[in-house]
């Protein structure tokens, strides 16, 4: 039996703090052979997440919000900003019209921009999964850790940030 406790999720919490990139994954299936992948994912408000899709093995992906509040955002094959979603947990969402999560049909572009620090997902995905074809990076959008990095996170935070002033009006 797994436990996920407070403590658990302070620790993912404290090693997303201390992490390069802002976030930090805490796997809970057993292998990449499982048929159901399952995973806590913690992610600060100041890490990018490169847009991306799941095309090379196209497989549906949940994301609900365990603690926080995030932006999905979707997007054309241009890079246009196509539909941005709102979700977060239980604190968030007893406040304001928003989801606690989605899941995502395969081969959409997409990012997810935590919205507060210490925020934590838990994402499902059908298995086995194959490190060498999980995403599909976006080319028009800027390399995490490059240059233009943060100042798009910057953009793609604001305009749900926008979106969120105007449902909590």
Known sequence: MKVFSNQYCEDLLSSAAQSQRLRAHANIHDSHDD???????????????RPHRHSLDPKAECLI???????????????????????????????????????LPAGVWHTVVSLVDQSILFELKAGPFDPNLAKEYAPWAPEEGGKDAQDYLITLRQRCLDQLSTISK
């Open 35 to 49: 048929h159901c992948q399952r995973l806590f994912n913690a992610i600060n408000a100041n890490s990018y997440i």
């Open 65 to 103: 919000a365990i603690k926080g509040l995030f932006g999905f955002i979707g997007f054309t094959n241009k890079g246009d900003i196509e539909s941005i979603i709102l979700f977060g947990s239980e604190k968030y969402a007893e406040k304001l019209p928003i989801a606690s999560g989605l899941e």
